[in-house]
């Protein structure tokens, strides 16, 4: 479970859950919701000010969340660390007990104006993969790995929600591809960084990442592109 969740947010989950298969997650949804619960309609917009756009990210959160107690209790001592990766995943989706919930929540941040926070959903789910594989990077590496990820990741969901295969194994080999894919990136990354006529570049991306994760606001002269979530 996501810590510090409040109560009153978790109870409308639950009951919004049954209605976003046939409404979405939509203002309708949530109205359902609430009267579905024991909460009145000001507490529940206490709650949630978005209404169900905040139970839709309460509702990918979690799943993180139950991703990272998953993986912290598997054993992955004998994993080579791209099965890690893959495993991870599998267990990212394995977390999700109603597929509908997120096909309608790719529906919703989808839209333009919730675009941004859905990429910002993604590439929190890369960030606990990351974190809870022990990644300790601290270079432009921190960035790259995520971004890496977080489009295999977002490619991943889309295949898995059309996946009709027997256990899902026609995922399980997407998601091995992509890993594999992403393996050949850090290989040539990694000779980047290591050609002499490159390494400069490379050493120069690094100074701006540490910049960049320094503590307190973003500098000011940054590429709006490199002013991601940390």
Request: proline share 6%; charged share 25%.
């Amino acid at each position: 479970m996501t810590p510090d969740v409040d109560p009153k947010q978790l109870e409308l989950l639950d009951a919004i859950l049954p209605h976003v298969a046939f409404d979405g997650w939509t203002e309708d949804a949530f109205r359902a919701a609430v009267e579905d619960s024991d909460l009145t309609g000001e507490a529940a917009k206490a709650a949630c000010p978005r209404g169900a756009v905040d139970l839709a990210i309460l509702f990918h959160k979690q799943g993180d969340a139950a991703m990272v107690e998953a993986l912290s209790a598997a054993d992955l001592s004998d994993m080579r660390f791209r099965d890690k990766v893959a495993h991870a995943i599998r267990l990212r989706l394995d977390a999700v007990d109603d597929k509908e919930a997120v096909r309608r929540g790719t529906v919703l941040f989808a839209l333009p104006h919730m675009a941004p926070e859905g990429s910002k959903l993604i590439w929190g789910t890369a960030d606990a993969i990351w974190t809870a594989l022990g990644d300790t990077s601290d270079d432009v590496n921190w960035y790259t790995k995520r971004a890496t990820l977080s489009a295999v990741y977002g490619s991943v969901v889309l295949y898995w929600l059309g996946d009709d295969s027997a256990d899902e194994q026609a995922t399980t080999a997407f998601i091995n591809r992509r890993i594999e894919n992403v393996m050949q990136f850090e290989q040539v990354k990694s000779a980047f960084k290591s050609n002499p006529l490159t390494k400069p570049f490379a050493n120069a991306l690094g100074q701006l990442t540490a910049r960049i994760k320094a503590p307190g606001p973003a500098p000011s002269d940054l590429p709006g592109s490199w002013n991601l979530p940390r």
